[in-house]
C-alpha cells in the first residue's frame, strides 16, 4: 500500500489506542509528510479536531502556496467540515481510505474541482466497522447526529 | 445592536488587541451563549481556529440536538471551513456581521438550507477594513490566498 495511506492508518490505529475515534490523516508536501493527526475528540476533547483538521494543524502556518502542491490522506470520507478546509487552503488532491462507513462532502469537492482517490481499503473499513460497532453513540456525536 | 453581534464583537476587538485577525463569534443556543470565540492565527499558530471554529470548540462537545436548536453569530462572512463545520452539526441560522471584506461560502450555506442573515455592521466593517490595510500578509495567509 502506498506509504502515505499507511502513515494515516498508523495515526488512525493510534487513536484507537487512546479509546478515540480512529481516523487518521496526513498532509504530504512534494513526497514528504509535514503533518499527521488523528481525531482528538475523546482525546482533547475537540470538536473541531477531526484526523484531517489535526493533521492540518500539526503542520502549522504554510504559505498558500504549499497548501496548493500538497495531498491529503484520511483514512475515512472527509466530512462537510474538514471538505471545507481542504477548500479553503485550496488542498487539491485528496486520497480518501474508504467511503463505506460515511460518504463525506465528495461531491462538493469534485464539484469544486478537487481530484478525489478513493482506496476502498479493508484495513479503514475494518476499524471503523468495529469502532461503529462498539461505540455508536461516540460516532454519531461525531458526525453531528 | 443585538446583544449576541455585540458579544461577537467584543470577541473581534479581543482578536485586534492580542494582535491577532479581528474576527469574532458566538455560538447562542436558546437565547443563551454557550461558545464565545475569536480567530487564533496569529495567537496560537493555529490555521483551524478561524473565530467560528474557537466558538464551537468552547462550546464543547454537545448533542446534536443542541446545535441544531443554536444560531451562530460571526462578524465576518463564515469560510468554506467555518462554513462546512455550521453543516456538519446541522447549525440551522447563522448571524453575519458583514460580507463586503470577504464573501465566504454563503451560497453553499443557502443552497444546503441554513438561513443566513447578514447585517452589514459598520463596526464589523471598519475592524477588518483597517486589519486588511495595515497586516494585509496576515490575512491572505487566513484565507488561504
Not at 484507537?16 to 475523546?42: A, C, D, W, Y
Amino acid at each position: 500500500m502506498d506509504e502515505f495511506m499507511q502513515a494515516a492508518i498508523v495515526e488512525a490505529k493510534k487513536g484507537m489506542t487512546e479509546g478515540g475515534v480512529p481516523i487518521g490523516s496526513v498532509l504530504v508536501h512534494k513526497g514528504r509528510i509535514i503533518g499527521r493527526g488523528h481525531n482528538q475528540r475523546q482525546q482533547r476533547g475537540s470538536v473541531v479536531l477531526h484526523a484531517e483538521m489535526d493533521a492540518l494543524e500539526q503542520a502549522g502556518r504554510q504559505p498558500a502556496a504549499v497548501y496548493r502542491q500538497s495531498v491529503l490522506y484520511t483514512t475515512l470520507s472527509p466530512c462537510p467540515m474538514c471538505s471545507g478546509a481542504i477548500l479553503l487552503y485550496g488542498i487539491p488532491r485528496v486520497v480518501i481510505g474508504e467511503s463505506r462507513t460515511f460518504m463525506g462532502d465528495e461531491a462538493h469537492l469534485h464539484a469544486c474541482g478537487v481530484t478525489l482517490e478513493v482506496l476502498d481499503d479493508p484495513t479503514c473499513r475494518e476499524l471503523m466497522a468495529r469502532f461503529v460497532r462498539e461505540h455508536p453513540e461516540l460516532w454519531h456525536e461525531d458526525i453531528g447526529e
